[in-house]
């Protein structure tokens, strides 16, 4: 008997801590905002509710949420735009599909990280976007695309690195 009152003592002690787990860009843009997820996501009858972040399904989550904006801004002229390799997020730059200065392009990614590393946000979506990236990954790697002469393949890829600490650059 007493077993049993000890099972249900530590039944009732774990099931009034639970523990709200986010996985989504979504949910992780919510608590950068400054929205209490806890309160938010508690049930009404949880004693001491808690809150887990899963950094690898965000990441995931938000990776492919930019893989879709920037498909959709090249109309799908690319097998992807964006991709990450463990905590590396690469994208294609736009210059690579669009008539726009490469130089521009990874100067506006630059501007925006500095800002956002330094909380200097101008709106939610901004911070949404660029706190993201600058709280889960370690670099940004913009890969410009050099096209022959022709404009039919792909001759050289010269990726730019923005680290989030220093901002480095490497490449061609």
């Known amino acids: 008997m007493r077993q049993f009152a ?3 003592g530590i039944s009732l002690i774990l099931a009034a801590c639970p523990v709200h787990e986010v996985t989504t860009a979504e949910g992780w843009c919510q608590q950068i905002s400054g929205v209490d997820l ?3 996501n508690a049930p009404f009858w949880a004693v001491f509710p808690g809150i887990a972040f899963n950094r690898e399904a965000i990441r995931d989550d ?7 904006a920037l498909l959709e801004k090249v109309e799908n ?13 690469h994208v294609w730059n736009l210059s690579t599909f669009f008539d ?10 630059r501007t ?11 709106d939610d979506a901004h911070r949404c976007f660029y706190g993201t990236i600058t709280s889960l ?4 790697n913009i890969h410009t695309g050099i096209w022959d002469q ?23």
């Open 112 to 122: 925006n990280i500095e800002l956002s590393m330094r909380f200097e946000n101008p």
């Open 62 to 68: 938000f990776t492919g949420i930019l893989n879709a």
């Open 137 to 140: 990954f370690d670099t940004v």
């Open 150 to 172: 022709y404009g039919f393949d792909l001759v050289r890829d010269d990726v730019t690195v923005t680290r989030q600490q220093g901002l480095d650059q490497t490449g061609q």
């Open 6 to 8: 000890a099972l249900v």
């Open 77 to 89: 002229r690319s097998l992807r735009m964006a991709w990450r390799e463990d905590n590396d997020l």
């Open 100 to 109: 726009i200065e490469r130089v521009e392009v990874i100067e506006e990614w």
């Open 38 to 40: 806890v309160e938010k």
